[in-house]
């Protein structure tokens, strides 16, 4: 019990001292922790406890408190009492802090505005500096990407590249935190290829426009190569007008002075190939070299194309010429300056080719035009623009053998021009001709004449006016208009590079077919006209072997004209001269032929023949006498003509009767034919022998001409003589007395005779009359025989 008693009394000790320790808690500790022992409290369900010794306590603190209060009362109330006084003064102090208060915050609302005032102007300040420290980060970035703008703007590709490229490695990583930078750094790709779109427009525009210029680039490169070679300044148009500087080729700037004269300017001064560097670098920088070099290449091969085909009409006019000429030069003067200023742009081999492939459509051309052009003028314009083209081409650096060439082709077609534009000038002579020997009345008229034809008659020189020359005014109209003709030649051939020789040779052949085709042609239809008389074919005769003469004097004014002088070109010369004007003059021959023929084929068809004639007229018949006598009147005016025309003339006209008179005989029309009509042709024939063994013309052999009459002597003899037998003897042997007669031809005539005696009524009665039928059937019967066997003999 005692022990129970301990142990509730240690409990009791324990939870007072536990008490103590939460009212010392309590009482030391700040209020933080009066809730934490509060609630040890109650979570011990003993809080009455705590509760009467926290009334105990209070109780011993309201004691202390009195004690101490009784203690010190009679300070308190010292204290009081200053109090009491301090109070007064107090309320003074009060109300001047009140007002010295008020005035503070009076004062303090004004300073707390500025202070605010102030703080946000350091917070606009501190802004403003990080504004303009980013501002000055960015503003490289935005003056570089203005300026990329402006340059495009302007065209000015490749700077805007360069500008794009610093832009992109230099000034946007500085900015990379911005969200515009990512944004710029996402459109640089775009930029760049809007900057190769835009070069590659700007190099269309300028293939376009290089096309439109590559005539006048051309024109002022041959104007500048005339300049230097003195050329015709009428070949190239000249008009003085200025043109603009070119802009630099990368900056695109322009020279603000004042352009140059266009005459002053090279041919490459006259157009812009800025576009063509810019996008050169533009697609090197951006790794695309390769395919602009071959974009570029395959472009100016289809202007190539174009350029080469020429206009329509160019053979007409020297302008269609040269608008081909200027632009096929422009091209290759703009490549030339690419392949020099391109770097690399175009290479020679590649020019080369283009010109290999472009010469042979430029031969092709001129040589396909120039064989339409028949002015001969024109054609030597065309010549010396060609020339100008070449020397501007070799000066460039390109071949021209090819169309060099072309010149000697266009060379004789120009000869054959001038021998058509001849015809016109010998048959306006020959069409005012009267071809009569020329007659002077006057001195300076007989001078002229001289002059103008290597002429010299020593008798005619001393003769009194009026004095007559032997040949015509064609004589010496021709020989000038054949020199007229040489000068022209030689005019094509100046600056060909022929030597002398060839020059001399060419001149000598166009010469030759000049008077051996053009002239003999015009002649030849002079000779048509039914109104050229005998007399005028005689005198062209007269006229050609003065002209033939004259040949020594024209090859020695080629040569003087060529500087060729060698003897075996003279010697040449001097063969070839009576074969220049010998066609002519053989012509004019055969024409006096002709002429004699148709006069006396006018003679026999006028005779109307009796061929039932029963006895002959005892002489000639009129037509034979009056056409011997026509003969002889004509052979004797022959004194002028060489005797071997003559003797041709005399041989033929001959030949002619002997051939008309058996005609006659053999006509078809002529069915019947008497012994009498046989005897009065035997009598004629004796007339034309008579007249042939006269020689009307001298020199011809003896005999020559009764040759012509033997076939008909022959036959009339045997008609005449009825000597069949000896015919049928000797047939087929050469010494037959009747060698010339055929058997068909007999046969012809045996029948008509045959015919004609049917027609006597009282032939049959006499006995001889009916043997003389009987032999004739018997020889008809021969000839038949004879006739077939030579024919069977003949296959």
Not at 306 to 332: A, C, R, W
Not at 357 to 382: E, Q
Not at 536 to 559: C, N, P, W
Request: with cysteine; aromatic share 8%.
């Amino acid at each position: 019990m005692k022990r129970s008693l301990t142990i509730e009394s240690q409990k009791c000790f324990a939870l007072q001292t536990r008490h103590e320790h939460f009212i010392n808690e309590i009482e030391s500790t700040d209020t933080t922790s009066l809730g934490l022992v509060i609630r040890a409290i109650y979570d011990g369900d003993e809080e009455q406890k705590f509760m009467e010794l926290l009334d105990a306590r209070i109780k011993q603190h309201d004691r202390d408190i009195e004690k101490m209060c009784n203690y010190h009362y009679q300070g308190f109330i010292d204290s009081i009492r200053e109090l009491l006084q301090v109070r007064s003064q107090a309320q003074k102090l009060n109300t001047e802090i009140v007002e010295l208060n008020t005035a503070l915050q009076e004062s303090s609302e004004r300073v707390m505005e500025k202070t605010e005032e102030l703080v946000k102007a350091r917070k606009v300040e501190a802004n403003i500096a990080a504004t303009i420290q980013s501002l000055q980060s960015c503003l490289p970035v935005l003056t570089t990407y203005s300026k990329l703008q402006k340059q495009m703007k302007e065209k000015r590709y490749y700077p805007a590249l360069k500008t794009l490229e610093q832009l992109e490695h230099q000034y946007l990583p500085r900015v990379a935190n911005y969200r515009f930078s990512s944004q710029m750094k996402e459109s640089i790709p775009k930029l760049r290829e809007n900057i190769k779109e835009a070069s590659m427009s700007d190099l269309k525009d300028f293939l376009e426009n290089i096309r439109k210029v590559s005539a006048k680039i051309g024109e002022v490169a041959m104007r500048h190569t005339s300049e230097q070679l003195i050329v015709d300044p009428g070949i190239i148009k000249k008009k003085k007008k200025k043109a603009p500087l070119p802009p630099n080729p990368f900056t695109g700037e322009v020279d603000k002075e004042e352009g140059l004269d266009v005459d002053d300017l090279s041919a490459q001064d006259l157009i812009d190939f800025s576009p063509v560097y810019r996008c050169l670098h533009i697609y090197s920088v951006l790794g695309s070299r390769g395919d602009f070099e071959t974009y570029y290449r395959k472009q100016r091969k289809q202007q190539a194309t174009l350029v080469l085909q020429p206009p329509t009409n160019m053979h007409e006019t020297i302008d269609g010429y040269k608008m081909y000429m200027h632009s096929v030069l422009g091209f290759f003067v703009v490549e030339d300056h690419v392949l020099n200023t391109g770097n690399g742009l175009i290479d020679r081999t590649y020019l080369d080719e283009l010109w290999s492939f472009a010469v042979g459509k430029i031969v092709n051309t001129l040589r396909t035009h120039s064989a339409y052009c028949t002015d001969a003028t024109l054609m030597l314009k065309i010549k010396n623009l060609i020339m100008l083209f070449i020397t501007t081409l070799r000066n460039y650096g390109y071949s021209v053998n090819q169309v060099f060439e072309v010149l000697h082709e266009i060379r004789d077609h120009y000869n054959e021009v001038l021998m058509q534009r001849w015809v016109g000038v010998f048959r306006e002579i020959l069409d005012e001709e009267s071809f009569l020997p020329t007659e002077v009345e006057t001195q300076e008229e007989y001078d002229g004449i001289v002059s103008a034809f290597p002429f010299h008659d020593d008798d005619l020189d001393n003769s009194p006016f009026p004095k007559t020359f032997p040949f015509s005014p064609l004589v010496p109209n021709v020989y000038q208009q054949v020199k007229e003709f040489i000068y022209a030649c030689l005019k094509f051939s100046e600056d060909l590079g022929l030597s002398q020789g060839e020059v001399d040779d060419m001149i000598r052949k166009s010469t030759n077919l000049l008077l051996t085709r053009t002239f003999t042609g015009c002649l030849s239809s002079v000779f048509r006209k039914p109104s050229l008389g005998l007399t005028q074919v005689i005198q062209i005769i007269v006229d050609t072997r003065y002209l033939e003469e004259a040949t020594v004097y024209l090859e020695e004014f080629v040569s003087n004209i060529t500087g060729c002088r060698s003897e075996l070109s003279l010697r040449a010369g001097k063969e070839a001269g009576g074969h220049l004007f010998g066609v002519a003059r053989d012509d004019a021959e055969k024409q006096i032929c002709e002429k004699l023929k148709r006069k006396l084929d006018e003679f026999v068809e006028l005779e109307a023949y009796d061929w039932l004639l029963v006895e002959p007229q005892g002489h000639a018949s009129s037509f034979i006498t009056d056409l011997i006598a026509f003969l002889n009147s004509t052979f004797t005016s022959f004194t002028d003509l060489p005797g071997e025309v003559a003797q041709v003339a005399c041989k033929s006209a001959c030949e002619h009767i002997s051939k008309s008179l058996m005609g006659m005989v053999l006509n078809d029309e002529v069915k019947q034919i008497s012994m009498g009509a046989l005897q009065q042709l035997n009598l004629d024939t004796i007339q034309c022998e008579q007249f042939a063994a006269s020689e009307p013309v001298g020199g011809l052999e003896e005999g020559s001409l009764l040759c012509y009459f033997t076939d008909l002597r022959q036959l009339l003899d045997l008609f005449m003589s009825w000597d069949w037998p000896t015919y049928f003897h000797d047939y087929g042997q050469e010494n037959s007395k009747y060698q010339h007669v055929s058997p068909n031809t007999a046969i012809i005539l045996l029948e008509k005779i045959r015919e004609a005696d049917k027609k006597t009524v009282f032939s049959v009665l006499k006995k001889s009359e009916r043997d003389k039928k009987k032999l004739l059937e018997t020889v008809l019967k021969q000839l038949r025989q004879l006739a077939l066997t030579a024919s069977q003999q003949q296959q």
